[in-house]
């Protein structure tokens, strides 16, 4: 894929994972303690997984932003940019190249169409003599 | 199902009858019409055949990236990363300690993705440039590769040819 469109997922990419990122952690975490007057929510004793879960997720889910964007700053490095000028000039000199090459490659091209109409002229002479077909003048 | 009056497609358009006679004289019918230029209405949306990226201030989004004839994309692109990051970052202080004033982050940080996307788009030009410069160089090789084939072989029915007179000479003498 061209790098253009490489960085363009790259920033989809990015997008999606805030987005997983705030949602799960949004979705996942404890309730949180609005005044010390209001008793203590019932903890269900909730698995070890699911802590580990809680613990983990933001650790594994931020790196993973943090690459992302890391990513995208590596692309953007390897961007082969030349200003507009220089290309336009680029594409000129090309074009005349090309003009010149393809005279070239026409003339040598109806030289060679002229040599073969010749030889195939001698050939049908060599033939007809070896097969005697041409009525002698 | 419709009862084909007035939510029925339009008829086909009565034109085909000026091209009874189209075999016989093709003169005697009506030329197509040209080619549409500017804007058109097309299912009554408006089009336009000019091809170019609406700036965008045309669709209502703040330029966040400094205006002007030339842009340093890379900087602006590493820049505009940079400031995704933080305000990533914000979003997350926000909503552990305000967490009824998200709206304004979010809209930051999606304007900041509509930048990034903006900024883009406006290199692909660009890249066609480059892929047309690339298309050039790679005709050029091949032309010059095609008269390198060319010439060599003229060279050797040449050689071909010398060869056989001589031998031809060598039987008769």
């Known amino acids: ?137 | 199902m419709a009862t084909g009056t007035s939510s029925a497609y339009p008829p086909p358009p009565p034109y085909y009858r000026l091209y009874k006679d189209y075999l016989e004289d093709p003169e005697s019918a009506p030329e197509p019409p040209p080619p549409v230029q500017g804007t058109y209405p097309l299912f009554g949306a408006t089009y336009t055949t000019d091809v170019v990226l609406p700036s965008l201030e045309d669709q209502g989004v703040r330029q966040l990236y400094p205006k002007g004839p030339t842009i340093d994309f890379k900087r602006e692109l590493t820049s505009l990363n940079r400031e995704l990051q933080l305000h990533i970052l914000e979003l997350a202080d926000v909503l552990v300690e305000r967490p009824s004033q998200y709206a304004r982050r979010v809209e930051d940080i999606s304007l900041i993705f509509k930048n990034l996307h903006h900024l883009l788009n406006s290199l692909r030009p660009h890249q066609a440039r480059a892929t047309l410069i690339h298309i050039l160089e790679r005709q050029i090789q091949q032309r010059k590769q095609a008269i390198e084939d060319i010439k060599r072989r003229r060279e050797e029915a040449q050689r071909l040819l010398k060869e056989s007179l001589q031998n031809l000479d060598g039987h008769l003498a």
């Open chain 1, 1 to 137: 894929m061209d790098i253009i469109s490489q960085l363009q997922e790259q920033v989809n990419t990015m997008a999606l994972l805030a987005l997983n990122t705030f949602g799960t952690l949004q979705r996942d975490a404890p309730p949180v303690r609005l005044s010390p007057n209001y008793p203590e929510p019932a903890t269900n004793p909730s698995s070890a997984e699911e802590t580990l879960d809680i613990v983990e997720q933001p650790k594994m889910m931020s790196t993973a932003l943090v690459q992302a964007a890391k990513k995208f700053d590596t692309l953007v490095a390897a961007l082969p940019l030349s200003g507009e000028e220089a290309q336009l000039k680029r594409i000129a000199e090309l074009q005349a190249e090309n003009e010149v090459v393809g005279l070239e490659l026409q003339k040598q091209l109806e030289a060679a169409e002229q040599e073969l109409k010749q030889a195939q002229e001698l050939f049908n002479l060599a033939a007809d003599n070896c097969l005697n077909l041409k009525k002698p003048d």
